[in-house]
Each structure stands twice: as structure tokens, then as C-alpha cells.
């Protein structure tokens, strides 16, 4: 922790440097909490450069809280698709919807009812109420703790808990309190670009004779690792039915209320969105699909289908690396099931779906070019 009377100079460093070098983001171009939000959200386990298109037309197409709490649910779930993790879209129609009900469609000031937002924890409660309203309230994640533990050579679990709540405390008593929404920006800014994980540029750091992690020789090697949970391997069959018009289908989005951990948790897996009929195995793939379409498809208890294998597609979630053996089977008719959809094979990609989905889809539609050519 920094001497008080060095916080003046640290504070002017920083808050310069940022003024200067800032990147120009588009949400930095506004004051709007709403858009200050999104951005938040959005960047959540997201790069800079992926979540600027995203950003850029979901504002185009929700320019307010109102409009984005009065469309369906999967048109927000489209303007997504493709950005994954799917809770934070649907946390953010949810929380907009509590915004009009309750305050008149105004991102709130107060803390506690930004806390009571879904999705809204407090490092994002903090980012939006300063940036926004420039309210004195430090931001505290994984940048910032990071820029935070090598300033003070803090070893040792970051995200340990009595860990977390000094860092807290540091960074309540490093926030300028006369600029905390730039402050804030300058802190996440430093440990976006210089202070980066690996390879800290201290040469071009602008507080960097504050920093006990360079002059210890120590800071590369600040945060100290987590133990990573162990990853478990899971092997999926799904089946791609498509009838002679191309068209698939689908099934709806899992409407179980409470949330599995098990790793082949399926509905899980597909983000709880439309998704191809998947079913986890253990043995052979071929076997235990047919058994499970038995189930599941009327139609084949009786008929004989043929199940194309489609080779192997790779995905991960987390601490999962899923196998999935996906399957193609070709009917005239589509068979009817309660609550499934039709939808062209081909358009998938448009559609609000995981890109686990996306990948069965993709490996059909490779397997059908070749098809397609012969004719
Ligand atoms: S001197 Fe290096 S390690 Fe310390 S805050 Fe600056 S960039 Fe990070």
C-alpha cells in the first residue's frame, strides 16, 4: 500500500498517462448508463475487439432500456449469438425490464438498487454508477487486482475471499475522488495494456517507481496462479434430421428452473437454447443415439433410419472439453415433435443458438456440399 503523501503523484501519473494514451472505445464516447452497461456486460470474459461489433449494432437495434425490455427475449438472444455465455443477455432483458417497472426506465443512482439488478454484482455496480453518474466507488476485477498485486508485491489467491476485501480496501483508498469515473477507466486501462498478464511493460509504465512487484523483480510473476479445476472430458451424440427441402429441426430452450452442475448437463451445454437432440453418451455413440431417438421419436420405434456419422466436432465450456459425434438423418417428411421447430439447415447461423450448435450445424452442411456437387 502506497504512503499517503505519494498519492497526489501517483494519482496525477496515472490520471495523465490515461488522458493521453486512452484507446478510443465507442462506449468511452458516452455518458449513457445504459450503453456504459452493456459495455460492461458485454466484456465480461470477452475481448475488446470482439465485443465492438456486437456492441455496435445491438445498440443500433436497442438504442434504450425501453426497447430492449419490450422485444422478445430471442430477438436480444440473436443480437447476441455468437458472443456466448448466454445468461449475461438474458440477465440484461431482465434487469431492463426491473429498470422500467421500477425506475421509470432510468439506470438507478443508488447502489443498493443497482445490486439488486439481475447480472449487476459489485465491480459492475461500481463501473456504471462512476463512469455514468461519477459516483465515488472504486471498481475491483481481475485487471485491476492484478495491476493492484504487483504495486504491493501481494502474493498469494487474489480471488481468496479476506484476499478480495483488501484489495477492495486498497482500491477504495486509491480512488481519486475528484475524477472517479476516469480513475476507474485509468485503473482497468493500465492492466488492459501495460500491466498486462504476461510480460508487464514497467519501461512505459506511468506509476512505475510506485511499484514494489518491478523493483522486487517479482511482477511477470504476480498474481500467483490459481489451481485450475481439473478439466473433465464429455462425449455428446446429436442428431442433425433434415428433410428433402432442407429444412431441421430443433428443440426449445430447457425450461428447467433449477441449474445442474453435472458436466454433461446438456441444456447447459447449449447455452438453454435451441439446439439439435443431444444426448450424452458413454459407450457407442451410434448405439446410444438410436436408443435415445427410440425415445424420443415416435415415428422411430417402427421405421428404419439410416444415421450418417459426421465425423467428430470439439467444443469446450468451462472446465469441459466436449466431444460431439454428430449424426445426420435424411427423412422425406420431417417427423413431428411437441415443440420442436423447423428451420432451414442453411440459416442456422442467423438464428439465436450456442455455437455448439453452430458446429453440428457447420459439420452437416460440409457434409452436404459434397453431396450436393455429384447431382
Ligand atoms: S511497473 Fe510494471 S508491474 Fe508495476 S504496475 Fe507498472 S506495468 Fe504493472
Same mark, same amino acid.
Given at each position: 500500500?502506497?504512503?499517503?503523501? &505519494?498519492? +497526489?503523484?501517483?494519482?496525477?501519473?496515472?490520471? &495523465?498517462?490515461?488522458?493521453?494514451?486512452?484507446?478510443?472505445?465507442?462506449?468511452?464516447?458516452?455518458?449513457?448508463?445504459?450503453?456504459?452497461?452493456?459495455?460492461?456486460?458485454?466484456?465480461?470474459?470477452?475481448?475488446?475487439?470482439?465485443?465492438?461489433?456486437?456492441?455496435?449494432?445491438?445498440?443500433?437495434?436497442?438504442?434504450?432500456?425501453?426497447?430492449?425490455?419490450?422485444?422478445?427475449?430471442?430477438?436480444?438472444?440473436?443480437?447476441?449469438?455468437?458472443?456466448?455465455?448466454?445468461?449475461?443477455?438474458?440477465?440484461?432483458?431482465?434487469?431492463?425490464?426491473?429498470?422500467?417497472?421500477? *425506475?421509470? @426506465?432510468?439506470?438507478?443512482?443508488?447502489?443498493?438498487?443497482?445490486?439488486?439488478?439481475?447480472?449487476?454484482?459489485?465491480?459492475?455496480?461500481?463501473?456504471?454508477?462512476?463512469?455514468?453518474?461519477?459516483?465515488?466507488?472504486?471498481?475491483?476485477?481481475?485487471?485491476?487486482?492484478?495491476?493492484?498485486?504487483?504495486?504491493?508485491?501481494?502474493?498469494?489467491?487474489?480471488?481468496?475471499?479476506?484476499?478480495?476485501?483488501?484489495?477492495?480496501?486498497?482500491?477504495?483508498?486509491?480512488?481519486?475522488?475528484?475524477?472517479? +469515473?476516469?480513475?476507474?477507466?485509468?485503473?482497468?486501462?493500465? @492492466?488492459?495494456?501495460?500491466?498486462?498478464?504476461?510480460?508487464?511493460?514497467?519501461?512505459?509504465?506511468?506509476?512505475?517507481?510506485?511499484?514494489? @512487484?518491478?523493483?522486487?523483480?517479482?511482477?511477470?510473476?504476480?498474481?500467483?496462479?490459481?489451481?485450475?479445476?481439473?478439466?473433465?472430458?464429455?462425449?455428446?451424440?446429436?442428431?442433425?434430421?433434415?428433410?428433402?427441402?432442407?429444412?431441421?429441426?430443433?428443440?426449445?430452450?430447457?425450461?428447467?428452473?433449477?441449474?445442474? &452442475?453435472?458436466?454433461?448437463?446438456?441444456?447447459?451445454?447449449?447455452?438453454?437454447?435451441? *439446439?439439435?437432440?443431444?444426448?450424452?453418451?458413454?459407450?457407442?455413440?451410434?448405439?446410444?443415439?438410436?436408443?435415445?431417438?427410440?425415445?424420443?421419436?415416435?415415428? +422411430?420405434?417402427?421405421?428404419?433410419?439410416?444415421?450418417?456419422?459426421?465425423?467428430?466436432?470439439?467444443?469446450?465450456?468451462?472446465?469441459?472439453?466436449?466431444?460431439?459425434?454428430?449424426?445426420?438423418?435424411?427423412?422425406?417428411?420431417?417427423?413431428?415433435?411437441?415443440?420442436?421447430?423447423?428451420?432451414?439447415?442453411?440459416?442456422?447461423?442467423?438464428?439465436?443458438?450456442?455455437?455448439?450448435?453452430?458446429?453440428?450445424?457447420?459439420?452437416?452442411?460440409?457434409?452436404?456440399?459434397?453431396?450436393?456437387?455429384?447431382?
Amino acid at each position: 500500500m502506497l504512503h499517503s503523501r &505519494d498519492f +497526489a503523484v501517483f494519482r496525477r501519473q496515472l490520471l &495523465d498517462w490515461f488522458r493521453q494514451f486512452r484507446r478510443d472505445l465507442p462506449w468511452r464516447r458516452t455518458r449513457d448508463p445504459y450503453r456504459i452497461w452493456l459495455s460492461e456486460i458485454m466484456l465480461q470474459q470477452t475481448r475488446v475487439a470482439a465485443v465492438i461489433p456486437y456492441y455496435e449494432r445491438f445498440v443500433d437495434r436497442f438504442p434504450d432500456i425501453h426497447t430492449l425490455a419490450e422485444v422478445p427475449e430471442e430477438e436480444v438472444l440473436r443480437q447476441w449469438s455468437g458472443l456466448g455465455y448466454y445468461s449475461r443477455a438474458r440477465n440484461l432483458q431482465k434487469a431492463a425490464r426491473q429498470i422500467v417497472a421500477q *425506475h421509470g @426506465g432510468q439506470f438507478p443512482t443508488k447502489l443498493d438498487e443497482a445490486l439488486a439488478l439481475p447480472g449487476i454484482g459489485n465491480y459492475m455496480a461500481a463501473a456504471i454508477l462512476s463512469i455514468a453518474y461519477g459516483e465515488r466507488l472504486a471498481v475491483l476485477d481481475g485487471n485491476v487486482a492484478r495491476v493492484l498485486a504487483r504495486l504491493g508485491a501481494l502474493r498469494g489467491d487474489l480471488r481468496e475471499s479476506r484476499r478480495w476485501q483488501e484489495l477492495q480496501k486498497v482500491a477504495d483508498a486509491y480512488l481519486d475522488p475528484e475524477s472517479p +469515473a476516469d480513475w476507474n477507466q485509468a485503473m482497468m486501462e493500465l @492492466g488492459a495494456t501495460l500491466c498486462a498478464p504476461k510480460s508487464p511493460q514497467c519501461l512505459l509504465c506511468p506509476v512505475a517507481q510506485f511499484c514494489e @512487484g518491478r523493483k522486487l523483480s517479482i511482477a511477470e510473476s504476480l498474481p500467483e496462479k490459481r489451481k485450475k479445476r481439473a478439466t473433465v472430458e464429455v462425449t455428446l451424440a446429436a442428431v442433425v434430421l433434415r428433410d428433402t427441402n432442407g429444412l431441421t429441426l430443433l428443440l426449445p430452450p430447457s425450461q428447467e428452473k433449477n441449474m445442474q &452442475d453435472a458436466p454433461d448437463h446438456i441444456p447447459t451445454l447449449v447455452s438453454r437454447m435451441w *439446439h439439435f437432440p443431444t444426448v450424452s453418451v458413454t459407450g457407442n455413440p451410434a448405439q446410444q443415439l438410436r436408443r435415445f431417438l427410440r425415445d424420443f421419436l415416435p415415428v +422411430a420405434k417402427h421405421a428404419k433410419f439410416q444415421l450418417e456419422p459426421l465425423g467428430k466436432v470439439r467444443h469446450s465450456v468451462t472446465y469441459r472439453a466436449i466431444t460431439i459425434a454428430p449424426f445426420l438423418v435424411n427423412f422425406k417428411q420431417l417427423p413431428r415433435v411437441p415443440n420442436a421447430k423447423r428451420v432451414p439447415l442453411r440459416e442456422i447461423s442467423s438464428l439465436p443458438v450456442s455455437n455448439l450448435t453452430r458446429k453440428v450445424a457447420c459439420a452437416a452442411l460440409a457434409a452436404a456440399i459434397p453431396l450436393a456437387k455429384k447431382r
